[in-house]
């Protein structure tokens, strides 16, 4: 069974940083695209950014400049660096990959994983 598992969320002042890791786990064949996502109460889930198998990079407006997604593909892990966090950063934090496993050889699904709670406090 694949899982996605996220750490390094937590409580931070403005200014500060974070770096979360999502490390996937059980029996796959490739990993393609992974990303980070966001949902802060009462708002939509927030593509935040995204790294494709090449190393291809994307972030939303609200976070570009101020984060790095980065993957080891050894690991099997995808990375958030945040930096100079704000309160509006403070959202659950979702990290998602797109998987060819042998539970459907011939189709890759999107996996996600339980979410990470940050905070950002003023």
């Known amino acids: 069974q694949v899982q996605l598992v996220e750490s390094g969320g937590g409580l931070v002042q403005a200014g500060g940083s974070l770096r979360l890791s999502c490390a996937v786990s059980g029996s796959i064949f490739r990993i393609n695209a992974m990303g980070w996502s966001r949902q802060a109460p009462g708002k939509q889930r927030e593509l935040v950014a995204t790294i494709t198998s090449r190393h291809m990079t994307n972030y939303a407006d609200s976070v570009k400049g101020r984060s790095t997604i980065s993957r080891d593909s050894a690991k099997d892990t995808v990375y958030l660096q945040m930096n100079s966090l704000e309160p509006e950063d403070t959202a659950v934090y979702y990290c998602?990959?797109?998987?060819?496993?042998?539970?459907?050889?011939?189709?890759?699904?999107?996996?996600w994983g339980q979410g990470t709670q940050v905070t950002v406090s003023s």
């Open positions: 998602n990959a797109n998987i060819l496993a042998p539970i459907d050889p011939f189709r890759p699904r999107d996996y």
